[in-house]
């Protein structure tokens, strides 16, 4: 059973800055791309930024300007720092690991709660 940890959620206003952390095996960080994906209620769940592992970045168009993904390799973590936080950015985020290749997989982490209000 791969685990992926979230960390750094939490309640933030308007304007306001958070980190997310994703730790991961390290079997899994070191050939997986890696990526946020965030729920709102009542919406599906969509990608917020992905990273390889060669460090090429992805971005939705919503978050650009505003959002950073990175990871580190000596941590086996990724990253996503959030700054000028929204209200829309009010969800459940959740860290992803995918590779279409062999060894494929796709795992999870169980979800951290980020709500963006004043």
């Known amino acids: 059973q791969v685990q992926l940890v979230e960390s750094g959620g939490g309640l933030v206003q308007p304007g306001g800055s958070l980190r997310l952390s994703c730790a991961a095996p390290?079997?899994?960080?070191?050939?997986?791309?890696m990526a946020w994906y965030r729920q709102a209620p009542g919406k599906q769940r969509e990608l917020v930024a992905s990273?390889?592992?060669?460090?090429?970045?992805n971005a939705a168009d919503s978050v650009k300007g505003r959002f950073t993904i990175s990871r580190d390799n000596a941590k086996n973590t990724v990253y996503l720092q959030m700054d000028s936080l929204k209200p829309e950015d009010t969800a459940v985020y959740y860290c992803?690991?995918?590779?279409?290749?062999?060894?494929?997989?796709?795992?999870w982490g169980q979800g951290t709660q980020v709500t963006v209000s004043s």
């Open positions: 990273i390889t592992t060669g460090g090429s970045t």
């Open positions: 992803n690991a995918k590779r279409s290749m062999w060894p494929r997989g796709d795992y």
């Open positions: 390290e079997t899994i960080f070191r050939l997986y791309t």
